[in-house]
């Protein structure tokens, strides 16, 4: 896994005509910024990039309220029907929507050319549900009990005390969606028309498949070659995910193991 990330970091960081004649392995030969230079001078890339934030964070935020208020909610035995609603989560795990019906579906809700078309389809994840109701039952009951005597409401409890203690679990099931709607590339391809509104997977796919002119044709008569802008649009699309893991890799790497602990 490293090596092919260390070959196009490398790839990223040389000439043009060093990538073409194939010198460059791990480490970057006859260093330059140019590559970088011309994917960083293009506004469509930048337009992209704040995009996909944009939909990384709001996106994160509906997927971790939503997935926290249901499983929440499936994790107290007392809940009438839970059993019922568990399987019909689990159903559309096994069984996931079709291609047509979830883009007829996403267009009579008017979400086509729409940010919302990524977040809203998948606000709660069947699997990472699973994970948090575990986490969830994993915490002592008399701790809420508690809260009730001193008169605390379901979503006061939820706020102040179970959450809290969910922080591994939040952090690690943070980071699988932030992690998809950074990679997410198919529902924009089919939810998406305006070009404006493209995510950086889905132009990244254009200039490494398409060979988008408009953004290559800088290059013509330049020291970088057309590989070499691949190779840093490629790092450019990748780098700002990777940069979130150390600040949550206590919390990912504890809630990573509730599988194995909770069981």
Request: proline share 5%; hydrophobic share 50%; net charge positive.
């Amino acid at each position: 896994m490293l090596l092919p990330f260390l070959h196009i970091l490398a790839g990223s960081f040389s000439s043009g005509p060093a990538i073409t004649q194939g010198r460059v392995s791990i480490v970057p030969v006859e260093f330059t910024l140019g590559n970088f230079q011309a994917v960083l001078g293009d506004p469509k890339i930048w337009r992209s990039f704040w995009v996909t934030i944009l939909i990384t964070v709001v996106g994160t935020a509906v997927n971790l309220t939503a997935t926290s208020l249901m499983s929440y909610g499936l994790s107290k035995h007392e809940l009438k029907g839970r059993s019922a609603i568990v399987l019909i989560v689990l159903f559309t795990m096994i069984f996931p929507a079709p291609m047509i019906p979830s883009y007829l579906l996403v267009k009579e809700l008017g979400l086509l050319n729409s940010v919302w078309s990524l977040v809203v389809p998948g606000a709660i994840s069947a699997f990472n549900m699973i994970i948090m109701i575990s986490f969830f039952r994993g915490i002592p009951e008399g701790l809420t009990e508690s809260a009730r005597i001193d008169g605390a409401g379901e979503y006061y409890t939820l706020w102040k005390i179970v959450l809290p203690l969910s922080l591994p679990s939040l952090s690690t099931i943070g980071l699988f969606y932030a992690v998809g709607h950074w990679n997410s590339y198919a529902q924009a391809l089919m939810y998406i028309r305006n070009q404006e509104l493209f995510p950086l997977q889905v132009l990244l796919r254009r200039l490494l498949v398409d060979s988008d002119e408009q953004m290559l044709i800088r290059v013509n008569n330049a020291v970088q070659s057309v590989e070499g802008i691949k190779m840093a649009s490629i790092m450019v699309a990748t780098i700002p995910i990777l940069l979130v893991y150390p600040f949550i890799q206590k919390h990912f790497v504890k809630g990573a193991m509730l599988g194995s602990i909770k069981g």
